[in-house]
């Protein structure tokens, strides 16, 4: 812009003869506030005329709400190893481009501002109002449960969108909702690491997180924990965020901003071996994983967890979406519901010969190179969001 302005000053800015100070001033303003207004005119004329130049045609502008860390379109970068672990933010990449093939350009809020937007995504409920405050049309992708986010499930406010995705079955047929599955980059050459040869035993990878609602799993994946560590400490390793703190919980929650006191009056974790920089790298030297979801007894709520064990031909033993069987077929899995306490859990694991647990993980290799894969994938939802797009956006 300084050498937008620049140009203009040039042509627009002549010298003078001298002039009373009190005429200059007035020539001066007159001089800036017209250099102002083209300078303005000017610059949005660039950013018109090169999505004309790019497309042939003026494009449409969707915005996408997302957390402070993902701002500067570091959404869509692929490149960097923290904020994309594990290629997870490959669908918004892709969706990105599907959209752009259709004449509408996506960026982050910060760079396409809602409010002048044609079409913003909310990536669960925003949790500010003036978020709402936008006159293009609007998509929500509920991705928490309520577990997490109380009011992503407050229905009343579900009719302020024009089209709602959610990995919930029962809803899938029900206006203005769509369904989708968590989307998942699926791993070049993934067999190599899910036939890999397993020196491991079992595994826990995740937050140390918790929680005060009914359908929380938290506590029962720390029931896991703590049994593998009292009774068989050798076989068993944890992994994940904040395992060497401790969560305050009800009204002593707000002590969780200190660090310091959370570190001094942490559990002790024989178990923890610290943070993972790649699941698929960690998984595929165990035999066994505790797959827990975060929230059970929810239809359809299935993350990317159990598909992290498939990749890395580690045998989930899951629990949380009540018709887990619809998304995964049962020969993949071992059903944490089907044991009556860890003993016996624990003994069938142990007593599994490596053959019968290859079956397992050849069935995994099997689901993901077969069709059932197919809405899981991050191709999948970066076309399924862009449909809806297009539908309301037409030409």
């Known amino acids: ?58 494009m449409k502008v969707a915005s996408i709400i997302v957390p402070p860390y993902l701002e500067q379109n570091r959404l869509f970068e692929l490149d960097d190893p923290i904020t ?59 991705f928490e449960t309520e577990v997490i986010r109380p009011d992503n499930w407050i229905y009343e406010n579900h009719a302020k969108f024009d089209v709602v995705f959610t990995w919930r079955d029962d809803l899938e047929r029900i206006d203005p909702y769509r369904k989708f599955n968590f989307p998942n980059r699926i791993p070049e050459n993934f067999e190599r690491w899910a036939r890999s040869t397993k020196e491991r035993f079992c595994v826990v990878i995740s937050g140390n997180k918790s929680a005060s609602h009914p359908l929380e799993l938290y506590s029962e994946r720390l029931k896991a924990i703590r049994w593998f560590e009292r009774y068989h ?38 178990s923890y071996r610290g943070r993972v920089h790649s699941k698929i790298e960690v998984l595929s030297q165990y035999k066994f994983s505790i797959c827990y979801e975060n929230a059970g007894g929810v239809q359809g709520y299935v993350t990317e967890k159990m598909l992290d064990c498939l990749f890395s031909g580690c045998v989930p033993i899951y629990l949380g979406a009540t018709n887990i069987s ?34 397992f993980v050849e069935a995994g290799i099997d689901f993901v190179r077969g069709p059932g894969m197919v809405q899981d994938s991050a191709e999948f939802f970066a076309k399924s969001v862009s449909s809806a797009a297009t539908s309301l956006l037409p030409e």
């Open 1 to 58: 812009m300084l050498q937008v302005n620049e140009r203009l000053r040039k042509k627009y800015v002549h010298p003078c003869p001298e002039q009373p100070a009190e005429n200059q001033c007035k020539v001066a303003s007159k001089t800036s506030a017209r250099l102002l207004f083209l300078g303005v005119t000017y610059g949005t004329y660039l950013n018109t005329s090169l999505k004309e130049r790019h497309t042939g045609k003026h």
């Open 326 to 359: 619809r998304h995964f077929p049962r020969d993949c899995f071992i059903d944490k519901n089907s044991f009556p306490d860890y003993e016996a859990l624990f003994d069938y694991m142990e007593s599994m010969n490596e053959s019968e647990r290859q079956r």
């Open 233 to 270: 400490p050798d076989h068993f390793d944890l992994f994940g965020i904040g395992w060497d703190l401790h969560n305050f919980s009800g009204f002593l929650r707000p002590l969780n901003r200190l660090h310091v006191l959370r570190r001094l009056v942490a559990e002790n974790r024989p």
């Open 84 to 142: 994309n672990r594990d290629g997870c933010l490959l669908p918004y990449s892709l969706l990105r481009d599907e959209l752009a093939d259709m004449g509408i350009h996506l960026a982050t809020h910060d760079k396409n501002k809602p409010k002048v937007s044609d079409l913003v995504i909310y990536n669960d409920y925003p949790r500010r109002k003036s978020d709402l405050s936008v006159a293009g049309r609007k998509i929500l992708l509920l």
